[in-house]
């Protein structure tokens, strides 16, 4: 089944048609990325309309779908009238995760048919990856680990953290990567047990932990990878805290396979953690889905209750942050199989000390 038959299957009477408003679904459901449009989904036909920009590329470029301008005399929802009308559509599946409620205002008093919030649903299909997505995010992860190891001898004590954060840019792009799936997160010294903190001006010095969390897009899909490494030398307290972190990680690893929820996979990460004494300091959860978007569903987080199935993708990524002091995160990404996982993540995990 494509991805477009996927859609199809939710038009089961409770809606006979899917507006599709957000660039993941539109990429997902016609297999090609266009920044800005609005596509929708019918058993009678699918329309895809965008402006002059992309008009081209999308003709060229969008199977399933029959592809049409919008432009001032023919505005969006006059468009999506129209085939409201010539498709017999009366009710309207939408994202409501991806809708301001300004433009949710618009299109409930501007279309001729009914809304009903789908979001879970159409987002929901994206969670079990075909082959060619893996494939993709195989490549993405490929650059990113490339990336790492290029950018580990440009860093030295005196630089910034932001400088560190331009190199890692540089060498993620210079691979191959054609965005960036986050801001990269460049951490250093005391600042490294802020979890999700901003590169800044701190001049990186010899006894520091520096935390680097970053990824790319490769054909619109994304990698995401974390490591803490030391620079000069780490004391016994950090390397007692490195070496738990990693522990847990490979804790969390052995447990996932599908069938698994993902509240066991984080509670065997958790559960190393806790026993070193360490468990107030990992707040956040195990791991998340991606693959469109860095962060999808389902989590494997202590309120995962979802059996994860194989083709499904996961991070690995526990964490011990310790205030004022210093943290450690530890990330690979992970593809559900059915009896383990494949670590796409191939950066090296042993406390590197630069
Ligand atoms: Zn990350
Ligand atoms: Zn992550």
Redesign the pocket.
């Known amino acids: 089944m494509n991805n477009l038959e996927k859609y199809l299957t939710l038009l089961n009477g409770e809606v006979d048609g899917l507006l599709l408003t957000s660039r993941y679904s539109r990429f997902y459901g016609a297999q090609y990325d266009i920044a800005e449009g609005v596509a929708i989904v019918t058993k009678a036909g699918c329309r895809y309309f965008t402006d002059s920009r992309y008009i081209e590329a999308a003709q060229k470029g969008i199977q399933g779908f029959q592809v049409l301008e919008t432009n001032r005399e023919n505005p969006y929802n006059d468009l999506l009238n129209r085939a409201i009308a010539d498709f017999g559509v009366t009710t309207l599946g939408y994202e409501e995760g991806y809708l301001s409620v300004a433009e949710f205002l618009d299109y409930e008093k501007n279309l001729n048919a009914k809304l009903v919030s789908l979001h879970s649903k159409i987002a929901g299909f994206r969670a079990v990856k075909e082959p060619w997505e893996l494939d993709r995010m195989r490549k993405a992860q490929e650059i990113t680990d490339q990336a790492f190891a290029e950018v580990l001898p440009r860093i030295k004590a005196g630089m910034t953290e932001k400088q560190v954060q331009a190199e890692l840019i540089y060498c993620l792009y210079k691979n191959g990567g054609e965005n960036l799936s986050f801001d990269p997160i460049v951490v250093s010294g005391p600042n490294t047990s802020l979890p999700h903190g901003v590169a800044g001006d701190r001049v990186l010095q010899e006894g520091d932990f520096i935390t680097l969390?970053f990824?790319v897009l490769w054909g619109g899909y994304c990698s995401?990878?974390?490591r803490t490494v030391a620079l000069g030398y780490a004391t016994d307290e950090m390397k007692k805290v490195y070496e738990t972190v990693l522990a847990a990680q490979q804790a969390g690893i052995s447990a996932t396979k599908a069938g698994v929820l993902g509240r066991d996979i984080d509670a065997a990460a958790r559960a190393v953690i806790t026993e070193a004494g360490y468990g107030a300091y990992f707040g956040h959860g195990y791991g998340h889905s991606l693959g469109l978007e860095v962060h999808e569903n389902p989590n494997c987080n202590p309120k995962g209750d979802v059996p994860m199935k194989v083709n499904m993708v996961c991070?690995a990524?526990p964490g011990i942050y310790l205030p004022g002091k210093f943290g450690v995160r530890i990330?690979d990404v992970v593809i559900f199989t059915a009896d383990g996982c494949e670590d796409i993540t191939k950066s090296p995990k042993n406390l590197i000390i630069l």
């Open positions: 969390d990824g995401d990878m974390t991070s990524e990330e």
